[in-house]
Structures are given as structure tokens and as C-alpha cells.
């Protein structure tokens, strides 16, 4: 596995040909770009364009099939996937919820270590780790994405994981809450952050007092605020958190577990 920034990439074989995704848990849907498409023989039909809602907006994927797709030795054919415009060029594309809930995702981004299980349907069976760690409190969305109980600044919120983000992501609305100000947010320039639809999202940095993540508490974390769409929920927990520790993934059973220094 290797990082861009905080962001997972997974090398796949799709045709027999590598493929550099990312690893995004917050994409329900599997995507190509349509180069990567062209490049790895990959067709798609251009007459029906589908709707693909991002932080951005929407904008326009085609539907297509991948014949076959590797990961690491395990072979899925006719794995269907969308092909969009708008992804960025450094990577082919995102490897989503829909192919990943076949699995138990064992992931360590510090030690650039991804490890795929078959996935469980008993929601008693744990991670086969011998370090210690701790239950995340997970709720599931229909679409597959998985939301954790957060305390920002005191107040209780829900928070989207997502491995594709590259850093945590705080509502417009959740951050009035927390006493951010039109003046505190003029302060900072917004920048324009990526986002799959290929729109982008306008950010700006503050700091904050506390973020509290499972046991974790962040003290005096900077994070970006936006106007996050209705999906998103309250913020969008990204690489800042999650690739400072090593996470289990169960979407079959909607759980997720975190390594920590003192938990048992």
C-alpha cells in the first residue's frame, strides 16, 4: 500500500493491468477516471449518464463493467463500477464500500499495511490483533457508510469516516455551534479541496479546543470547516485521524475497531 498525503492507495489488477485506487470508505461506489478506463480496456456507456452526488454537488459518471478485478490474490469478476470525469489524475480511481464489503478491512496506514479478510456476518467475532484496542461505536447508513458518536467542543455530533478524505472536514452549521464566527473564518482564505464529483468544496483551516474520537481526545485540533452536503452528517473524519492508527472495517456487520496504547 502506499500513501498520497493521508490518503490510502491500493494497487489493483483490473484486466491484468495495475491500477493505483484509493481507498475510500467514504464512497459507496466503486469509480474509474475515464483515462484509467480507456487504459485498462474498461467500456462504458456514454448514452446514459448517472447522477454521483460528491461534497461538491453532482455531476455526471457513466456505468460500466470491470471483467476482472485483482486484489491481492483475490480474482472478482464482473465488478460493476462507474467511470467519471472529475477524479484527479494522480490516481485511476476509488475503490468504495461496494467491493469493499465483501471483506474485513485490516488497515495500517502508518506501517503503509492493508490486509483484506473474507468478510463475517456474526457481530461477535473481533480482530485477530495481538495490541490492544478498542470498539469504535459505529451507526451504518443504508448506503454502506459508517458514522461514529464525536464530541467536539463539548457537543456530541456524528461523524462520516472516510479513509478518501484527506483531512477531518467540520459542517458549517456544527462549527457555528462550537463558536466559530464569520470573522474567525474570513481570517483564514478559503481553499478549494477536491471532491469526487470533480466540483471541489471551498474550506477554511480553525482551531478548535477538543475532538473526541472513541477514547481519543485531540487537543487543540486545526481542521477544515465547509458547507458539507446532508450525507456528510456533521463532519467527515479523515486522514488527519484515521492514518495516524491502525482500523478494522466490518461493513457486512457495520463495526469498527481502533488500536490504542492503554485499552484493552
Known amino acids: 500500500m502506499q500513501v498520497l498525503g493521508t490518503v490510502p492507495l491500493v494497487t489493483a489488477a483490473i484486466n491484468g493491468h495495475p491500477a493505483s485506487l484509493v481507498l475510500d470508505t467514504g464512497s459507496n461506489v466503486t469509480m474509474l477516471s475515464g483515462k484509467a478506463a480507456n487504459r485498462l480496456g474498461v467500456a462504458w456507456d456514454e448514452d446514459a449518464p448517472l447522477p454521483v452526488t460528491g461534497a ?19 480474482v472478482t469478476s464482473d465488478v460493476e463500477v462507474l467511470v467519471a470525469q472529475g477524479l484527479p489524475p494522480m490516481i485511476d480511481g476509488v475503490l468504495g464500500i461496494d467491493v469493499l464489503t465483501d471483506y474485513e478491512v485490516d488497515l495500517d496506514v502508518p506501517h503503509r499495511r492493508l490486509v483484506l479478510y473474507r468478510a463475517r456476518s456474526c457481530s461477535d467475532a473481533l480482530p485477530p490483533w495481538t495490541v490492544p ?46 463558536g466559530v464566527t464569520e470573522a474567525t473564518l474570513r481570517a483564514d482564505p478559503a481553499r478549494r479541496a477536491y471532491s469526487l464529483d470533480g466540483n471541489g468544496v471551498d474550506v477554511h483551516q480553525q482551531r478548535f479546543q477538543t475532538l473526541k474520537i472513541g477514547v481519543d481526545v485531540i487537543k487543540q485540533p486545526v481542521l477544515y470547516v465547509a458547507d458539507l452536503p446532508p450525507f456528510a452528517d456533521d463532519l467527515v473524519i479523515g486522514g488527519d485521524y484515521l492514518a495516524t492508527r491502525r482500523i478494522w472495517f466490518s461493513f457486512r456487520t457495520g463495526q469498527v475497531f481502533v488500536t490504542t496504547d492503554d485499552q484493552p
Open 56 to 74: 461538491g454537488g453532482t455531476a455526471d459518471a457513466f456505468a460500466a463493467t470491470i471483467p476482472s478485478l485483482a486484489l491481492g490474490g483475490d
Open 133 to 178: 484496542f478498542t470498539r469504535l461505536p459505529a451507526n451504518q447508513q443504508q448506503s454502506g457508510h459508517l458514522l461514529t458518536p464525536v464530541e467536539l467542543d463539548g457537543r456530541p455530533l456524528s461523524g462520516l469516516l472516510d479513509t478518501g478524505a484527506a483531512g477531518t472536514v467540520v459542517r458549517l452549521a456544527a462549527a457555528w455551534d462550537a
